[in-house]
């Protein structure tokens, strides 16, 4: 592979929400090598003038369920259509994914490794993935998808593919279940833990109050997770919901709408992360009746969405640390870059790139290789057709306002020319 070269841009610097100028960078075998004021000697490279375009770092969405296909089949797609068939559309929603300027996201509850290679082979088109493998729900939990009709048992078909929840979620009761389902996503090779820590909108038999396993069952699924170097987040709308997690050790708590201050400071306290996905609740309000969502949980986002952005102001107050989410299932992932509108009202615009990029890699535990443009990361990066830290539209539009993206140091669009 050429050295590539990029000159005359200005470089949005996320950690100071600035844009820098006279900058050249040198990436090479797919990562930054040098970010250097004023030009960068070389023999041979492709070089590109970007033209006064700012440069910054491929976003970062830390919630997202690429295997969510229709609106209709939120949480179990896979029990409605045959995985082959379900793999083309999620490769499909990934590449478009990508065009919208995400460089990585983490998917949490769904995808599987094998998503995750396909991606990191470069046979398709799409971001760097963190998979969840699937959700470890409780019997009634956020994952069990079974009505308040169903009285079928869902004891043995978890580890098919088109079990209880179609691949999104296994259930698992009791120390020794939890461990044990811990324990076996991770043999399957995911990233993290995800947790279904409380009722949810996407589930017909869990309030949004409830609170979803024992504090001795959470314990042990993060200990599980942490035994085997990674983390666990948790799905928790409520305070009671949030603190019993953090208790617990779960380092990111997933969508906090009722956070209420007292649980923010223990946020702080517990340096754990939030993972707002204000936009899942605007779009199922706006679109849900039309793309057949059940009633019950169009009821159920009906609460959540009163509540508005008030988890952002709380957790911006508290000092919390802020990851980027947006928890669009099927159709509505077209929305996904309104999140960024979304918080604007509450954020400013440098703190919500800020939560796309650099706090995004803190999450994944890639501080200093993803979220940055600086030596030694990957060289995932976009381009705008403007500054950005102005105007958070121009990361709208499903990435028409994006002049290039690059991943790994592989252009995935590119208006410029060689020189
Ligand atoms: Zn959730
Ligand atoms: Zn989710």
Redesign the pocket.
């Known amino acids: 592979m050429t050295d590539i070269i990029l000159k005359n841009f200005e470089l949005l610097d996320p950690e100071i929400g600035e844009l820098k100028s006279g900058y050249e960078i040198l990436i090479s075998g797919g990562e930054i090598k040098k970010v250097v004021k004023g030009k960068i000697k070389y023999r041979k490279a492709n070089v590109y003038d970007l033209s006064s375009c700012t440069l910054m770092p491929g976003l970062i969405d830390c919630h997202v369920h690429v295997t969510s296909l229709k609106l209709r089949w939120a949480m179990n797609s896979l029990q409605q259509i045959l995985p082959s068939y379900a793999t083309a559309i999620t490769l499909d929603k990934l590449r478009r994914c990508v065009l919208r300027g995400f460089t990585t996201v983490r998917d949490?509850a769904g995808a599987d490794v094998g998503h995750r290679e396909i991606m990191r082979s470069g046979l398709f088109p799409g971001p760097r993935l963190f998979v969840s493998g699937r959700a470890i729900s409780q019997t009634g939990g956020?994952a069990d998808m079974r009505s308040r009709v169903d009285h079928s048992d869902p004891c043995n078909c978890f580890h098919m593919i088109g079990s209880l929840s179609g691949g999104m979620g296994r259930i698992a009761d009791g120390i020794a279940e939890v461990r044990r389902a811990v324990r076996d996503e991770i043999r399957l090779g995911v990233d993290q833990i995800k947790v279904m820590a409380s009722g949810?909108v996407g589930s017909p038999a869990d309030p949004i109050h409830f609170l979803q396993y024992s504090m001795e069952e959470l314990s042990a699924i993060v200990e599980e997770a942490e035994r085997a170097d990674t983390y666990a987040m948790a799905?928790a709308y409520t305070s009671a919901a949030i603190s019993r997690a953090l208790k617990a050790g779960v380092r990111t708590i997933?969508?906090g709408n009722f956070i209420d201050e007292e649980t923010a400071n223990f946020m702080v306290e517990k340096k754990a992360y939030l993972v707002p996905t204000l936009v899942a609740y605007h779009m199922i309000s706006k679109h849900g009746k039309e793309l057949g969502y059940p009633e019950e949980s169009i009821a159920k986002n009906k609460n959540v969405l009163k509540i508005g952005a008030n988890s952002l102001k709380i957790a911006k107050e508290a000092g919390v640390k802020i990851a980027f989410g947006t928890?669009l299932m099927g159709e509505l992932d077209i929305y996904q870059s309104d999140e960024f509108i979304i918080r604007s009202k509450i954020l400013t615009n440098a703190e919500v790139i800020r939560s796309a990029t650099i706090v995004g890699a803190e999450v994944l535990r890639m501080e200093g290789r993803l979220g940055i443009i600086t030596p030694g990361a990957f060289a995932d990066l976009i381009v705008v057709e403007g500054n950005p830290l102005e105007d958070l539209n121009l990361l709208t539009g499903q990435g028409k306002y994006l002049a290039a993206i690059m991943k790994d140091g592989q252009f995935l669009k590119n208006n410029f020319k060689k020189l």
Do not use: S, V
Request: avoid cysteine; aromatic fraction near 0%.
């Open positions: 949490t956020h949810g799905h997933e969508h928890d």
